[in-house]
């Protein structure tokens, strides 16, 4: 398994997703960080938390593989905390949690971010 595997798998993941966040539903980026900042007008350490990454619905260390039916795409701050407790939830438990603190504003790093996330949970991008 090499990275460059697991980072095509990625791609496709998130365009499957259309380049939202398999937990957060919030937009990624992958290696745009520039466009994605002015895009959507964040700083770039806001936005350095929306990086896509690879995330393995079964974790490798309980046997799940790189494999596509295995692999979706999240951003950095949900694929980390997801890892952070010793008993990680299930990716459907976990979605959920997630999008209920998103709603409550609660996930992602307040400010900027909550200002271009609207009331109905949906993503504006923001028109000069
Ligand atoms: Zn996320």
């Not at 795409?73 to 694929?79: D, E, K, M, Q």
């Not at 997801?82 to 976990?94: E, I, L, N």
């Amino acid at each position: 398994m090499t990275c460059q595997r697991l980072k095509t798998l990625k791609l496709k993941a998130a365009r499957r997703q259309d380049w939202c966040c398999y937990y957060c539903r919030m937009p990624m980026w992958d290696d745009d960080l520039d466009q994605f900042v002015i895009r959507y007008r964040l700083t770039r350490r806001l936005a350095q938390t929306l990086k896509c990454t690879a995330e393995h619905l079964t974790a490798q260390c309980e046997g799940g593989k790189d494999r596509a039916d295995n692999i979706v795409a999240a951003c950095l701050i949900c694929n980390r905390r997801r890892h952070q407790t010793m008993k990680p939830k299930s990716p459907s438990d976990y979605q959920r949690h997630v999008q209920g603190r998103v709603r409550k504003g609660k996930w992602h790093p307040q400010g900027r971010i909550k200002a271009v996330f609207n009331a109905g949970g949906e993503w504006q991008e923001n028109r000069p």
